[in-house]
């Protein structure tokens, strides 16, 4: 079954201990990307990746790393997590090409740091 | 990035017909538009995709006029389980995307 795969789902941490919530497709898609979603603003695109090796920051990346040493892979690092960092997580992928296809997402990592 | 305007939310009765629409002034040549649905705490889903006319399937048609400037996703006879945020994307490709806060949906019975 086609799926993007993130763990944990549900994380309770505190101030300053790093964490990672990962990311798996089973797609061979080259794009994947991560979303944070906030009540009343919408889902805001942390960072994306076009290929293995290739990242970019999207609209809201301070405080987080990523890496994408496998197509498959997309993991989400938080070096030094705040509580402003608590919110609800999605990854995503899909194909890459002229026309834009379907975005697949997981189902969500919700973050809460105190 | 082509900026979208939608409604904030919207309410319908089961069977009805709902119409979102979708305002984009700025898009560009390339750029596609693109509907997700949304339950909560779910991911976002597909649900159609077109660069200009009418685009159908199974679930739901897209109607965009000849300047593109605006795009309606069209929901036929919707049901309780419709009830969602849906959202309007325009790009012509997901490097840098927004998905902005959609449109709720909430369908009466």
């Known amino acids: 079954e086609a799926q993007v795969t993130q763990n944990p789902r549900y994380l309770i941490t505190v101030t300053g201990k790093k964490l990672t919530v990962t990311c798996s497709q089973n797609?061979?898609?080259?794009?994947m990307s991560w979303y944070r979603q906030d009540p009343g603003l919408g889902l805001r695109q942390i960072y994306y990746s076009m290929n293995v090796e290739v990242t970019d920051k999207g609209d809201v990346p301070e405080g987080y790393k990523v890496s994408r040493k496998e197509k498959r892979n997309f993991p989400l690092i938080l070096e030094s997590p705040s509580p402003n960092q608590t919110s609800l997580y999605f990854c995503?992928?899909?194909?890459?090409?002229?026309?834009?296809?379907?975005?697949?997402f997981g189902e969500g990592s919700r973050l809460t740091v105190l | 990035l082509a900026k979208t305007t939608q409604p904030i939310s919207m309410d319908s009765y089961e069977g009805q017909e709902v119409n979102i629409t979708c305002s984009h002034n700025n898009i560009a040549t390339n750029d596609y538009i693109t509907w997700y649905q949304q339950f909560p705490s779910q991911g976002p889903r597909f649900i159609i995709q077109g660069y200009k006319t009418k685009v159908t399937n199974e679930v739901a048609s897209l109607f965009i006029p000849a300047d593109r400037k605006s795009s309606t996703l069209s929901l036929p006879r919707v049901s309780l389980s419709d009830t969602a945020v849906y959202y309007c994307l325009v790009s012509g490709g997901y490097q840098k995307v927004t998905f902005g806060t959609g449109t709720k949906l909430q369908v009466i019975p």
């Open positions: 797609m061979n898609h080259e794009y």
């Open positions: 995503a992928s899909s194909l890459w090409g002229e026309n834009t296809g379907e975005l697949f």
